[in-house]
């Protein structure tokens, strides 16, 4: 049973670029995740998804979105890249009935 | 801003030695979570606590949650150099949203 995957692993784009970040959940998880955690950091919660809406968001402005197709898996979208967006994008996902997240290895982000 | 202060922020110790983290915060949570994070991969969830004032042992390592559910620690003993890793500790609210500390980057030493 695979668990939590993501990709990429790695991606360099530049300054207002536009990127597109690509999770599967564990199988039977129905809701996911995601997290930005900066360098040093603990992660930032973003947004979850859950029967393909968004049902919580953090602190994080409009250029952040995401999506969750049918199969459960999700994407994150980062419009207008800055410098700031550098960093690690976990996803996590979970059975609605547990609080038990389980997370992938990350795609690590580097905006030049 | 982190919501959950988490402390000391680096600790390097010899093998065999005890040690505790903590996880302080000036909010309430519905349940306290802690996490292990080693370096090119994901947090790994090493215990859920919910109860004010429970406390819950794996092994050598002692969670415990604070009778106002704001607050936490972790108790290791007799560290290993396989405990070495970054420990998060993360507040749900409403089992939905959960804020992350900081972490504490543990080294234990052969």
């Known amino acids: 049973d695979a668990g939590v995957t993501q990709s990429p692993t790695h991606l360099i784009k530049t300054r207002g670029q536009q990127v597109t970040l690509r999770c599967s959940p564990k199988?039977?998880?129905?809701?996911v995740s995601w997290y930005q955690q900066a360098l040093g950091q603990g992660p930032q919660f973003i947004f979850q998804?859950?029967?393909?809406?968004?049902?919580q968001r953090g602190n994080f402005p409009d250029r952040f979105s995401g999506h969750q197709f049918p199969n459960y898996s999700s994407e994150l979208n980062v419009n207008a890249l800055l410098l700031g967006d550098s960093a690690l994008y976990l996803c996590?996902?979970?059975?609605?009935?547990?609080?038990?997240?389980?997370f992938g290895p990350g795609t690590r982000l580097l905006v030049l | 801003t982190q919501l959950l202060e988490q402390s000391p922020q680096f600790l390097s110790i010899q093998e065999g030695e005890n040690l505790t983290v903590y996880c302080n915060s000036s909010s309430v949570f519905s349940s306290l979570q802690w996490y292990r994070q080693e370096p090119g991969e994901g947090p790994v969830l090493l215990v859920t606590v919910v109860t004010g004032g429970e406390v819950k042992k794996l092994k050598r390592l002692t969670f415990q949650f604070g009778d106002a559910r704001k607050d936490s620690s972790l108790h290791i003993t007799a560290a290993q150099p396989g405990d070495t890793g970054l420990y998060l500790c993360?507040?749900?609210?409403?089992?939905?949203?959960?804020?992350f500390g900081s972490g504490t980057k543990l080294n234990v030493k052969p």
């Open positions: 199988s039977g998880h129905d809701t």
């Open positions: 993360a507040g749900a609210e409403n089992f939905n949203k959960f804020y």
């Open positions: 998804y859950y029967e393909e809406e968004e049902r």
């Open positions: 996590a996902s979970r059975n609605s009935g547990s609080q038990t997240q389980y």
